[in-house]
């Protein structure tokens, strides 16, 4: 599995640099390519986030959302991504011990 | 030089004299993103054992993989009791954006050989792109610029295998330690990945589309609802993008046609 995972992403960082210029995108294909950063990380994190038992959960008792949303607020204002990290840790560590 | 020429650029020149000065320079503009990723790699090491993944593969994970977020993906993936080709299959749909960046920085590194490239390529990570992209941007002195390049990759390389191996170890020392919610670091800093490029309506329609996919199809067996929530997500960016500059285009002929009507 290790091997399997090591090849597909060397490869997938390798091919554009061995083929050096000689592969061209269509515009539309690397137009598409522009919104994949944003919109896996996304399609990762927010079951993690609004579903963390299993099922939709955005009441008072869901930790995980509540951070979110304080990070997601000092992140826009901040826009610096270590401060969202703490901010986000710190909140989500305050609000279990304030929900248990 | 220690001596100016008479005759030399009055400016102090930026180049550095040597590979080495340019080798320390990429690795001290890496410092920021290695901060970012201390509790990443710390938290990935304490994670794997309870994941099922043993502590030997973690340590190979990081050593020949590295690519963290898919790596905590595998790690999640694995707790889930999924085989390993739609693990692989994830990596490769989670490590398509490596693709772009590779895209962006070849023109760059087409005249090295193909031993350099292939090590800039195995080091290609979000945190050394970021740094290695703005180099190219600031600064038009590129003949030792792959020493800059080399540079970022083994700050962040070390740096990753350092924490990995510290977490491994802490995981030994407090094996409840995955119960204090740590799972919580890995998706706050996707969260903060995502946010700088929520910057145009398309990009918030797909991010958003993208997210409430993921969390209806979150039950379709192997993790299929991510990858059917990040295609969607891209389809139905690209197509609003297209929208947006329809109406775009027409608005600026219908400004013209006005104005020649003046």
């Not at chain 2, 080798?23 to 509790?39: E, N, R, Y």
């Not at chain 2, 710390?42 to 054992?49: D, N, P, R, V, W």
């Not at chain 2, 962006?104 to 080091?123: E, M, N, P, Q």
């Not at chain 2, 990009?203 to 039950?219: C, E, N, P, Q, Y």
């Amino acid at each position: 599995m290790i091997a399997g995972m090591a090849l597909v992403t060397f490869s997938i960082r390798y091919v554009m640099f061995a083929m050096a210029g000689r592969i061209r995108f269509p515009l539309w294909l690397k137009q598409a390519l522009t919104f994949v950063p944003p919109v896996v990380l996304g399609a990762i994190i927010a079951p993690l986030i609004l579903m963390p038992e299993g099922f939709l959960d955005i009441s008072f008792s869901n930790p995980y959302f509540w951070a979110a949303l304080v990070a997601a607020g000092i992140g826009f204002w901040r826009q610096h991504l270590l401060t969202t990290i703490v901010v986000g840790l710190v909140s989500f560590v305050l609000l279990k011990w304030i929900m248990s | 030089m220690a001596h100016v020429l008479p005759n030399s650029d009055p400016k102090p020149r930026a180049t550095p004299a040597s590979n080495s000065s340019e080798f320390l320079q990429g690795a001290k503009a890496t410092v920021p993103m290695i901060i970012g990723a201390i509790p990443f790699g710390i938290i990935f090491g304490t994670l794997a054992e309870s994941s099922g993944l043993s502590l030997l593969g973690a340590m190979a994970m990081s050593l020949f993989v590295f690519a963290g977020s898919s790596q905590f993906i595998a790690l999640g993936l694995l707790a889930t009791g999924v085989g390993p080709v739609i693990i692989i299959a994830t990596t490769l749909v989670v490590n398509l954006r490596h693709l772009l960046y590779a895209t962006a920085l070849v023109d760059k590194v087409s005249h090295l050989s193909h031993g350099w490239r292939a090590i800039l390529a195995f080091g290609l990570t979000d945190e050394s792109f970021a740094v290695v992209n703005n180099r190219y941007i600031e600064r038009t002195d590129t003949n030792r610029a792959h020493w800059f390049f080399l540079g970022s990759i083994v700050a962040m390389y070390s740096n990753w295998q350092l924490c990995t191996w510290l977490g491994i170890g802490l995981g030994e020392l407090f094996p409840d330690m995955t119960n204090w919610g740590l799972d919580f670091a890995m998706s706050v800093t996707f969260l903060g990945m995502i946010i700088p490029y929520l910057r145009n309506k398309p990009m918030w329609i797909a991010v958003i589309s993208a997210a409430v996919f993921a969390i209806v199809l979150r039950d379709l067996p192997h993790q299929l609802g991510l990858v059917v929530a990040a295609l969607s997500g891209i389809c139905i960016g690209y197509a609003s993008q297209q929208i947006e500059l329809r109406i775009h285009l027409s608005k600026v002929a219908n400004n013209q046609n006005k104005g020649s009507q003046l």
